[in-house]
Structure formats: structure tokens, C-alpha cells
């Protein structure tokens, strides 16, 4: 071996040299940079960023908001839903009912002095028409329900019925023939 001795060690010694090249190729680097990901810190993209965070933000919003309306819908709805709101309702469309059919026939039945027979209409005398006769009834009328007025007039010598309606949301003058409605 001892003949091999400077074999050896050259090839020892090569190994070596080519082991510290090695090791000097990979400990090759560049300088560290630190680089922020987040566009708020670096600027880039920052624009797009934002307008990310604020759709996400109306977006988070808007659905809070539908559920507030939603659930306040459903509160409404459930005391619709109640008995005593169904009676309540149900009274109303009674009463509306009732006052729209006493107004009818006073508007267009035999009230006022005019009477119908045989598809014939029968005026009234002069006394019924200046109000001094009062036993067919009066020709006008008036009535006030939840701030509403409503003031009707039968006109028997212009064969027509004049209907005023005064209210909260409106005014309106309706003049409606009589003879009209015949059959």
C-alpha cells in the first residue's frame, strides 16, 4: 500500500476539490429581499385590493340587511296571522260591506220618492224632491269612516246621483246616471 500511497492521496485529494467546488456552486446565491404579499404594504395592486374589500363589506351588508327585512316580514306576516287579527279583518269587510249596501239603496233603490215598476222609473212628486216630503226618505246623505267622508246626492230631476269622496289620500267626484242601470 505503500506504493499506492501517492495515488491515493491524489485521488484523495482531488475528491476534496471537487467536493469544495460542489458545495461552493450551491452556496452560490443572490441578496435576500423580503417582498410584502398583501397590496396594501407592497402597492401593487392596491386599487384592485380595495375594491375586493369593499365589495366583500356591501356584500356582508346587503345580506345582513335582506335578513333584517326578511325577519321583519315574517314578524308582520305572523301577527296578520293571528285570531285576533283574522276577526278584526273579518269585521271590517262586514262593516264595509254593510255601509257600501245601506249607501246602494239609498243612492239607487226605491228611497228619495222614485219608484220602479215593470222596468218603468216614477218620479217623484215636487214635495219629495225640495225635501219637504220626507216619507220615501232622504235624497242626499252624508258619512265619515276611518278620516274618509263620503257625501252622496240624489239629484231625481237630473236623473243622476252625484257621490263626493273625501279623504286622507285623495278627492274624488263621481256623477253617476240613474236610469242608466236599468234592465
Not at 217623484?124 to 252622496?152: H, R
Request: proline letters at 3%; glycine letters at 6%; charged letters at 25%.
Amino acid at each position: 500500500m505503500r506504493n499506492n500511497d501517492p495515488l491515493t492521496f491524489a485521488i484523495m485529494l482531488m475528491t476534496i476539490v471537487v467536493a469544495m467546488w460542489a458545495c461552493s456552486q450551491i452556496a452560490n446565491g443572490t441578496d435576500l429581499t423580503h417582498r410584502y404579499k398583501n397590496p396594501s404594504f407592497s402597492g401593487i395592486g392596491t386599487s384592485a385590493h380595495y375594491l375586493t374589500i369593499e365589495n366583500q363589506e356591501r356584500t356582508r351588508s346587503d345580506a345582513i340587511r335582506e335578513k333584517r327585512v326578511s325577519d321583519e316580514d315574517k314578524r308582520q306576516a305572523a301577527l296578520k296571522n293571528t285570531n285576533y287579527a283574522k276577526f278584526i279583518k273579518n269585521l271590517e269587510s262586514r262593516i264595509y260591506a254593510r255601509f257600501s249596501k245601506e249607501m246602494e239603496e239609498a243612492l239607487f233603490g226605491e228611497a228619495c220618492g222614485s219608484t220602479w215598476s215593470s222596468g218603468a222609473i216614477t218620479n217623484p212628486n215636487s214635495a219629495v224632491t225640495n225635501n219637504e216630503d220626507t216619507s220615501f226618505g232622504d235624497c242626499s246623505g252624508e258619512m265619515t269612516f276611518n278620516g274618509t267622508n263620503i257625501k252622496f246626492t240624489k239629484d231625481t230631476s237630473a236623473d243622476e246621483v252625484i257621490l263626493e269622496i273625501n279623504g286622507p289620500d285623495g278627492n274624488s267626484k263621481i256623477t253617476l246616471p240613474l236610469n242608466d242601470f236599468q234592465f
